[in-house]
């Protein structure tokens, strides 16, 4: 069968691997239909990924139909739609007995970690595999790994309704969040430089857009929010200096969520922390959001589809990595039929 594999950094190929075979009684054989193209796996791909080890076969973006399973499995059948959570937990060290197993001291991600989604067959256990509705669009359904990472960056916020919310980056995952936000009721700003992923959030019912280019940031919000400040601050982007915006840009008591991640240091001072009684937390993965996210993917009223800019062909993959690596006005979550 054919898989997307990064034979080592900066090489990406379509090859020819061994199909997997059920080989557990609570093993789930499925068919993936679509993956979708997430900057950790460009991370991989440049060699800037840890955690990641070469050959891999990456994808963890993905959705599917089952076509096997094993003899213990009663909550799915074959023909079912579904998607992928692509992490496991140890379920014994100290953030899995907190319930927090998305860092979980041996946490191992599919794509990273472990062999990926991006494959025409996979095999996965049981309990990390979730039946979605069956007239959901194959593409829509690898929408859904992307959505917990923003419901888990509005669950670590204790975003509530009519909170004040600004996002930094206006990205794929800069927009999951802002779509969650919405859902969870409150009224949300969000910035980045390119004008056309502004224009597209101001579709997606952002209540403010913020080009840093062309207005200052910091007024434009104390505007917005009659001079208090973001009552939750999510930093999508990840660098030094959109973390020390992202502490400058808060009301009282609000909250901090650093979602992008970079390895130099911010300048932040403590007291701007202290008087405020800020709360400033990391998020990774997503806490038992799955089957929320699904339930909204099931509703009649969560469309999120244009969020898709383009779609290739397995055979195609190279092209579609070369598109995101360009990134291009007007890409944003490219799709790879498998």
């Not at 969650?180 to 056309?196: C, H, P, R, Y």
């Not at 913020?210 to 434009?220: H, K, L, M």
């Not at 939750?232 to 008591?253: C, F, L, N, R």
């Not at 339930?295 to 290739?312: A, G, R, T």
Request: proline fraction near 4%; glycine fraction near 8%; include cysteine.
């Amino acid at each position: 069968m054919k898989a997307i594999q990064v034979t080592e950094p900066h090489d990406l190929r379509v090859v020819e691997v061994e199909e997997p075979k059920l080989t557990k009684s609570d093993d789930v054989k499925i068919r993936m239909k679509a993956m979708g193209i997430c900057g950790s796996d460009m991370h991989i791909l440049h060699g800037q990924n840890p955690f990641a080890s070469y050959p891999r076969v990456i994808g963890h973006e993905v959705s599917g139909e089952i076509e096997e399973i094993g003899d213990s499995v009663s909550g799915l059948n074959v023909g079912d739609k579904v998607v992928i959570e692509p992490m496991t937990s140890c379920g014994e060290c100290y953030a899995c007995k907190q319930g927090r197993p998305n860092v979980c001291k041996h946490v191992e991600v599919y794509g990273v970690h472990r062999e990926g989604g991006g494959r025409e067959v996979t095999v996965m256990p049981e309990n990390l595999v979730h039946r979605v509705d069956s007239s959901l669009d194959w593409s829509v359904i690898a929408l859904i790994e992307p959505f917990s990472i923003g419901a888990q960056a509005v669950y670590r916020g204790q975003i509530q309704n009519e909170d004040m919310v600004y996002i930094i980056g206006a990205g794929p995952i800069g927009l999951c969040c802002l779509k969650m936000a919405l859902n969870a009721g409150a009224k949300v700003a969000i910035s980045d430089f390119n004008q056309e992923r502004l224009d597209f959030a101001r579709k997606w019912g952002a209540n403010l857009t913020i080009n840093p280019q062309d207005d200052e940031v910091s007024e434009a919000l104390s505007n917005w929010t009659g001079e208090m400040g973001a009552n939750v601050v999510i930093d999508a982007v990840g660098t030094p200096k959109t973390a020390e915006q992202a502490i400058d840009v808060t009301s009282v008591a609000a909250r901090v969520v650093l979602l992008g991640f970079h390895v130099e240091v911010s300048r932040i001072a403590q007291v701007n922390i202290t008087k405020k009684e800020l709360t400033v937390c990391g998020s990774r993965l997503q806490t038992h959001r799955f089957p929320k996210v699904v339930e909204l993917f099931n509703s009649k009223d969560f469309d999120v589809k244009d969020l898709i800019s383009h779609e290739f062909a397995l055979d195609n993959a190279q092209e579609a990595f070369k598109l995101m690596e360009e990134m291009p006005s007007g890409v944003r979550k490219v799709i790879i039929k498998l």
